[in-house]
Structures are given as C-alpha cells and as structure tokens.
C-alpha cells in the first residue's frame, strides 16, 4: 500500500491573515491592471508566496497555455494536463502532474463565465487555508482578467465609435459641400452663365485656378489669378491620348499641374474643365466639386452645341441657297428668320484642307476667333464661309491650321458684293483665286481674287476665243510639243517667268537641279524660237503663260 506523505501543518492565524491581507492588495492591483500578460505574472509570482506549491500553468478557454513566468510544465505535460481538462467541470478538481504529489485546476471564473485554470502543484496536500488562497487567488485573476477584456472592449468601442463620428462627421461635411456646391452652380446654369459663369464659380468654391477648354485644347474660360498668355495649347496626339483616358477614369484625371475632367454626354467630348493645382494639394472636396461642375459644363455644352448645331443647319441651308442661285426675296427671309443680316456687303470664302469631319469645326472656331463671319456650309472638302467683313486672310488661315494641329490648307477670297444674288460669283471667283493659287504659285496660302490683277482681267474676257488664240500665238510650238512628248516644258517657263527669271528661285520653287533648268530652258527656246532676254518677247511670253494658267483655272471642275 503506497505511503502517502503527510501534509505540513497549517499555517498560523497570523500567516492566514498576513496572505490574506497581501492577496487583497495583489488582488487590487490585478484589477486595476489593463494588461492580461501582466495579471497572470502577477498570479503566477503570488503562488509560492501562499504555500509550498508551484505554478504548474494557466490554460485559456479562448487562448489555450499563456506565457507566464515561473511555469515549469512541459508541452508533454501540458498535453497530458488538456486530456484531463476534458472531464473536469468548470468548477475545476484534482489532476495529476508527473513527479508531484498534489495539483489542482482551479478555475478562473468571472461573471461573464468560465475562462479557463490555473493549475498549481506541491510535493503534498497543502493545507485547507493554503488551497482556500490559492482558489481566491485565481477567481480574483479570472475577475482581473474579464474585467481587463471588458475594458479592452469597451475602449475598442469608443475608438470604433469615435472613428464612427469622425467618418460621419467627414460624411456630412462633404455632402453640406456637395449640396452648396450643386446649389451654387445651379444658379450659375439656371442664370445662362455659360462656361466663364461655371468657371468663375468652380474658383471661388475651391480656391484654386480654373480653366475651360474646348474638346481641341483651346481656351473658352478662365477664372483665377495666374492666366497664362498665351495659352499652351496640347499637341494633338497627346490631346486625344489625355481625352481618351480622361473619359475612362471615373475620377479627375492627374496631367502635370492639372486635374482634369471631361464635359460632355457619355460617349463624346465637348470639353475639358481643369483644376489648377502645381503643388498637388487639391484633395477629395476639390474633386467632389470638379466633378459636379463637369457635370454642369457637360449639359451647358451639350445645350450650346444643340443651339449651334440648329443654327448651323439653318446657316448651312442660307449658304447652299445662295450659292445655288435662290430668289432674293427667298433668301432674304430665311436670313431674317436666323436674324442674319444679309443686306450688308458680303463675300465668299472658300476654304481647303484635309478631308476629315473635324475640318469643319476647325474652320468654324477660327472663324469664330478671327472674326471672319458666323455663317458657313460643308462641301466635300471645301468649306464655303459667308462673310461680311475684310480681315488679313493670312490670318485666318494660321487660325485654321492652328486648329487643326498643324494641318496644311488653302483659302480663296473672292470679291465683296452687295447684293445676295451676286454671291454666286464670288463664289466663283474664291474658287478661281484658289485654281490659280495651285497653278501659278502651288503654295498652301491665302488668295484674294480682287489682287490677282492681270488673271482677274483675263478671267473677265468675254470672249475666251482671243485670249486662246494668243496663248497659241506665243505657246502653241510648246503646248504641242509637251502634247506629243508628255513634257512640262510650259509649266517650266511659266514658273521661270512668275519667279523673274531667277535661277536659284525657279530650281526651288520646280524642286530640280539647275542643271535641269538649263537644259530645259534651252529646249524652250528651240522649240519656241522665242529669245527669252528680249524684253517684248519676255513681255508677251509672261502674258501667254497667265493666259494659259487662267483658262486652265476656268476649265477646271474643283480646286
């Protein structure tokens, strides 16, 4: 039969109520402790101190074996002790720990529940008061520790909470912004501000410079201080590049200093609203307000480009009705009815450039930047602009090819008229100045006809006949010549002729060698039989070769 030792003797009254005095101090200062980590070694060091027993370990229903220090138990013996924790109630019991002669799990319990044990060890039974403080020391850690969690959680609520107000708060402001911004730009479209009034609000709501571009880079608005003069324009490859990920982001777009946003129905771009902002500063109220005068802009430009797409039609149809020969009467009512006034002296504008369907608006917004005139009509690639006004058509021109990026075109002037039925042959004359443009000088420039001088008497004549009987008189040997031979030996002379006789000037303007001139020169001169140096023969020969350009110009269909 196995001895078993007997237990020491109990500890005098005076020892019980020094431990209790000290587990009443220790279990103040567990319950003031917010630190789980710490009320477990404060646990753990109060142990030897109330018998000769060990901290064996504390196990945590929610967090298994806790790091204490002082604890002696193996991960064997930890694993052994889980097993009997199985068939213990939550009131705890005896368990056995390898090598000693008593332990005990002693609950850790708060009012919340069951928490987990302390389990604690001794060579022998500790006496009754030894366990009674060792059993009040663990129900005061078990009350330390839910009282730590429950603190722990009613600070994660606050700070939950706090966080709750602070996003509310965020919240409210951004929509009292949003609705004062949605308000104030409201009026500003309600009052036909327009694109300067959206601008101008935009500024004043966020601080910061604003800019209003149309959907080619140029500038319609600005508000703010800074205005750069003049405005960079964007190349318009990089413009397409920016419009097209501008209408894929959802949110203002970063370009350099800039955020940008497109202005327009879904699809398409009418325009593009810039917010200013070199230092990067702008934050989420600044695009919440970008965004909704965008929004704005879009309908305000889709509104504006629906008036000028209805004025134009009606403009276009003005346009083809003069050209087409309309009755006065009937043409001086529709422009009444557009509240045009076509009583004015007018003239015809006829522009060329590349066939794209933006031509026509790059037409329209140099017409409306240089003042040249508000009425125009498409034809193919000519753009026909009704004009009553004399401006230098040079740069008008500049202003289309700005507009187009740097494309090339050609611009025809033909003659002021006071009357809408004599529009017709302005018209002609504009398409003459252009036909000539292209066989005398073949630059991309602007033409007037009314300076054409001796074209414009030759284009007159009323009898075609004498001026074609002249042209064979001085160039007939030559014209059959390049007729049988498929050579451009008239084109040649004409051009040595127009640049004065000058060498280096007719090599440039022909792009050949002056070698090639030489020899081309000498041919002219034995086919022709003309002496070149003579002043007369020079005379009558530039006459030919104009005559000849001219009735070329008027035989031909188109520019």
Same mark, same amino acid.
């Given at each position: 039969?196995?001895?078993?030792?007997?237990?020491? @003797?109990?500890?005098?009254?005076?020892?019980?109520?020094?431990?209790?005095?000290?587990?009443?101090?220790?279990?103040?200062?567990?319950?003031?402790?917010?630190?789980?980590?710490?009320?477990?070694?404060?646990?753990?060091?109060?142990?030897?101190?109330?018998?000769?027993?060990?901290?064996?370990?504390?196990?945590?229903?929610?967090?298994?074996?806790?790091?204490?220090?002082?604890?002696?138990?193996?991960?064997?013996?930890?694993?052994?002790?889980?097993?009997?924790?199985?068939?213990?109630?939550?009131?705890?019991?005896?368990?056995?720990?390898?090598?000693?002669?008593?332990?005990?799990?002693?609950?850790?319990?708060?009012?919340?529940?069951?928490?987990?044990?302390?389990?604690?060890?001794?060579?022998?039974?500790?006496?009754?008061?030894?366990?009674?403080?060792?059993?009040?020391?663990?129900?005061?850690?078990?009350?330390?520790?839910?009282?730590?969690?429950?603190?722990?959680?009613?600070?994660?609520? $606050?700070?939950?909470?706090?966080?709750?107000? $602070?996003?509310?708060?965020?919240?409210?402001?951004?929509?009292?912004?949003?609705?004062?911004?949605?308000?104030?730009?409201?009026?500003?479209? $309600?009052?036909?501000?327009?694109?300067?009034?959206? $601008?101008?609000?935009?500024?004043?709501?966020?601080?910061?410079?604003?800019?209003?571009?149309?959907?080619?880079?140029?500038?319609?608005?600005?508000?703010?201080?800074?205005?750069?003069? @003049?405005?960079?324009?964007?190349?318009?490859?990089?413009?397409?590049?920016?419009?097209?990920?501008?209408?894929?982001?959802?949110?203002?777009?970063?370009?350099?200093?800039?955020?940008?946003?497109?202005?327009?129905?879904?699809?398409?771009?009418? /325009?593009?609203?810039?917010?200013?902002?070199?230092?990067?500063?702008?934050?989420?109220?600044?695009?919440?307000?970008?965004?909704?005068?965008?929004?704005?802009? /879009?309908?305000?430009?889709?509104?504006?480009?629906?008036?000028?797409?209805?004025?134009?039609?009606?403009?276009?149809?003005?346009?083809?009705?003069?050209?087409?020969?309309?009755?006065?009467?009937?043409?001086?009512?529709?422009?009444?009815?557009?509240?045009?006034?076509?009583?004015?002296?007018?003239?015809?504008?006829?522009?060329?450039?590349?066939?794209?369907?933006?031509?026509?608006?790059?037409?329209?917004?140099?017409?409306?930047?240089?003042?040249? /005139?508000?009425?125009?009509?498409?034809?193919?690639?000519?753009?026909?602009?009704?004009?009553?006004?004399?401006? @230098?058509?040079?740069?008008?021109?500049?202003?289309?090819?700005?507009?187009?990026?740097?494309?090339?075109?050609?611009?025809?002037?033909?003659?002021?008229?006071?009357?809408?039925?004599?529009?017709?042959?302005?018209?002609?004359?504009?398409?003459?100045?252009?036909?000539?443009?292209?066989?005398?000088?073949?630059?991309?420039?602007?033409?007037?006809?009314?300076?054409?001088?001796?074209?414009?008497?030759?284009?007159?004549?009323?009898?075609?006949?004498?001026?074609?009987?002249?042209?064979?008189?001085?160039?007939?040997?030559?014209?059959?010549?390049?007729?049988?031979?498929?050579?451009?030996?008239?084109?040649?002379?004409?051009?040595?002729?127009?640049?004065?006789?000058?060498?280096?000037?007719?090599?440039?303007?022909?792009?050949?060698?002056?070698?090639?001139?030489?020899?081309?020169?000498?041919?002219?001169?034995?086919?022709?039989?003309?002496?070149?140096?003579?002043?007369?023969?020079?005379?009558?020969?530039?006459?030919?070769?104009?005559?000849?350009?001219?009735?070329?110009?008027?035989?031909?269909?188109?520019?």
């Amino acid at each position: 039969m196995p001895i078993i030792p007997e237990s020491p @003797p109990g500890p005098s009254p005076q020892d019980q109520l020094s431990g209790m005095r000290s587990l009443l101090a220790l279990s103040m200062v567990m319950s003031e402790s917010d630190d789980q980590d710490h009320i477990l070694g404060l646990a753990a060091t109060a142990v030897p101190s109330l018998g000769q027993c060990r901290l064996e370990g504390v196990h945590l229903t929610d967090g298994g074996w806790q790091a204490v220090p002082g604890v002696h138990a193996t991960s064997d013996a930890r694993g052994d002790l889980e097993t009997q924790f199985a068939v213990l109630s939550v009131a705890g019991g005896p368990v056995a720990v390898l090598g000693r002669g008593w332990a005990w799990a002693f609950p850790l319990r708060s009012l919340d529940g069951h928490l987990g044990y302390l389990v604690a060890s001794a060579g022998g039974e500790p006496s009754s008061a030894e366990q009674f403080l060792l059993r009040v020391l663990a129900q005061q850690a078990g009350i330390a520790i839910a009282g730590a969690r429950q603190r722990a959680c009613q600070r994660a609520d $606050a700070e939950r909470l706090r966080a709750a107000n $602070a996003a509310l708060a965020e919240t409210v402001a951004e929509l009292e912004f949003s609705t004062t911004v949605h308000e104030r730009l409201t009026r500003v479209a $309600a009052a036909g501000e327009g694109p300067e009034g959206i $601008a101008i609000a935009l500024h004043e709501l966020t601080g910061y410079p604003i800019a209003v571009e149309d959907r080619y880079g140029n500038l319609r608005a600005w508000a703010g201080p800074r205005r750069p003069d @003049p405005y960079p324009k964007e190349p318009w490859e990089s413009r397409e590049r920016t419009l097209n990920e501008a209408l894929r982001s959802s949110r203002p777009l970063r370009r350099q200093d800039r955020l940008v946003v497109t202005a327009g129905p879904r699809d398409d771009v009418l /325009g593009l609203l810039a917010l200013i902002d070199p230092g990067e500063s702008a934050g989420r109220s600044e695009r919440v307000a970008l965004q909704h005068a965008a929004t704005v802009l /879009g309908l305000e430009l889709a509104h504006l480009h629906n008036v000028a797409e209805a004025e134009l039609r009606l403009g276009r149809d003005l346009v083809e009705e003069l050209l087409s020969g309309a009755s006065e009467e009937t043409v001086l009512a529709r422009a009444d009815a557009l509240g045009y006034d076509l009583r004015r002296p007018h003239r015809v504008i006829v522009v060329v450039g590349p066939a794209d369907e933006g031509f026509g608006r790059a037409v329209a917004a140099a017409m409306r930047d240089t003042g040249v /005139g508000s009425l125009f009509a498409v034809r193919g690639r000519e753009v026909v602009v009704l004009s009553d006004t004399d401006r @230098p058509w040079s740069r008008f021109r500049e202003a289309v090819r700005r507009e187009l990026g740097g494309g090339l075109c050609r611009i025809g002037v033909g003659g002021a008229y006071d009357r809408p039925l004599d529009l017709p042959r302005s018209y002609h004359e504009a398409r003459l100045a252009l036909r000539l443009q292209t066989a005398v000088t073949g630059d991309h420039q602007a033409t007037e006809f009314d300076r054409l001088g001796v074209y414009r008497l030759l284009a007159d004549v009323g009898e075609p006949a004498t001026v074609e009987g002249f042209v064979r008189e001085w160039l007939g040997n030559l014209l059959d010549y390049d007729a049988r031979k498929g050579s451009g030996l008239v084109g040649t002379l004409s051009r040595y002729l127009e640049c004065g006789r000058s060498y280096e000037a007719t090599t440039s303007a022909l792009a050949i060698h002056r070698s090639t001139l030489k020899y081309r020169l000498r041919r002219i001169r034995e086919i022709s039989g003309h002496d070149l140096a003579d002043p007369d023969t020079y005379f009558n020969l530039q006459l030919a070769t104009r005559a000849w350009n001219t009735l070329a110009a008027l035989r031909a269909e188109r520019p």
